[in-house]
C-alpha cells in the first residue's frame, strides 16, 4: 500500500474557523486501493475539502469533480465515468476511531488527525452506476463477437401447462 500520509487532516492544529485543503487524486492515489478491492483502476478527480471549525466537531464539506475508470461489466475494457459529487462528513472527537454512519465519524481525541483518503475512495466508489457498461457501439467488438456466439436467445414458448397448475392462474 502507498503512502496516504498526504491525506491527514490535523484537526487539533487547526486554528482558523474554515480551512481548505485541495488535493489531486490520480494514478499513486487509486493504486493504494487497487489490491484492496480494486473497483476503481485509476483516474483523475479533483477534491476540494473545506473543513469548518464548529464547537464541538468539524464539518468537512467535500467536492469532487473530474473521471475514474473502472472496467467494463460486458466487454472487461477499461472505460472511464464522470465523477461531479458534493458531500458533507461530521468528525467529532471520541476515545476511539468509530464511523457511526456515512455522515458521522469519530476520531481519537489524542490522536487529533483524521486520514480522509479512504473516505474519499469510498465515496467515488458508492458515486458508481451499480452497471458499468460502455455506451452503444463502446464495447471492445471482438469481446461482444463472443457473447453473440456464446449466449442463448431466451424466447417464451406456450407450452401446455400442466392442468393441475391451470388452476392456479385463475387466482389472479
Same mark, same amino acid.
Given at each position: 500500500?502507498?503512502?496516504?500520509?498526504?491525506?491527514?487532516? !490535523?484537526?487539533?492544529?487547526?486554528?482558523?474557523?474554515?480551512?481548505?485543503?485541495?488535493?489531486? &487524486?490520480?494514478?499513486?492515489?487509486?493504486?493504494?486501493?487497487?489490491?484492496?478491492?480494486?473497483?476503481?483502476?485509476?483516474?483523475?478527480?479533483?477534491?476540494?475539502?473545506?473543513?469548518?471549525?464548529?464547537?464541538y466537531?468539524?464539518?468537512?464539506?467535500?467536492?469532487?469533480?473530474?473521471?475514474v475508470?473502472?472496467?467494463?461489466?460486458?466487454?472487461?475494457?477499461?472505460?472511464?465515468?464522470?465523477?461531479?459529487?458534493?458531500?458533507? =462528513?461530521?468528525?467529532?472527537?471520541?476515545?476511539?476511531?468509530?464511523?457511526?454512519?456515512?455522515?458521522?465519524?469519530?476520531? !481519537?481525541?489524542? /490522536?487529533g488527525?483524521?486520514?480522509?483518503?479512504?473516505? &474519499?475512495?469510498?465515496?467515488?466508489? =458508492?458515486?458508481? !452506476?451499480?452497471?458499468?457498461?460502455?455506451?452503444?457501439?463502446?464495447?471492445?467488438?471482438?469481446?461482444?463477437?463472443? &457473447?453473440?456466439?456464446?449466449?442463448?436467445?431466451?424466447?417464451?414458448?406456450?407450452?401446455?401447462?400442466? !392442468?393441475?397448475? /391451470?388452476?392456479?392462474?385463475?387466482?389472479?
Amino acid at each position: 500500500m502507498s503512502d496516504l500520509s498526504h491525506y491527514i487532516i !490535523p484537526l487539533k492544529s487547526i486554528v482558523s474557523y474554515n480551512t481548505t485543503y485541495d488535493y489531486e &487524486l490520480e494514478e499513486s492515489f487509486f493504486s493504494a486501493f487497487v489490491a484492496e478491492d480494486g473497483i476503481i483502476r485509476g483516474g483523475n478527480v479533483k477534491a476540494s475539502i473545506d473543513v469548518k471549525k464548529l464547537n464541538y466537531s468539524f464539518e468537512l464539506s467535500i467536492k469532487l469533480n473530474g473521471f475514474v475508470s473502472v472496467l467494463c461489466d460486458r466487454c472487461l475494457d477499461v472505460m472511464e465515468i464522470q465523477i461531479d459529487e458534493d458531500s458533507v =462528513l461530521v468528525v467529532k472527537f471520541g476515545e476511539t476511531y468509530t464511523e457511526v454512519d456515512e455522515e458521522l465519524v469519530i476520531v !481519537p481525541e489524542k /490522536e487529533g488527525v483524521f486520514n480522509i483518503a479512504w473516505y &474519499l475512495y469510498e465515496s467515488l466508489v =458508492l458515486i458508481l !452506476p451499480l452497471q458499468r457498461i460502455h455506451q452503444d457501439g463502446g464495447c471492445n467488438k471482438e469481446m461482444e463477437k463472443n &457473447l453473440q456466439k456464446y449466449s442463448t436467445d431466451i424466447t417464451v414458448v406456450n407450452e401446455k401447462i400442466d !392442468p393441475r397448475w /391451470e388452476a392456479l392462474k385463475n387466482i389472479k
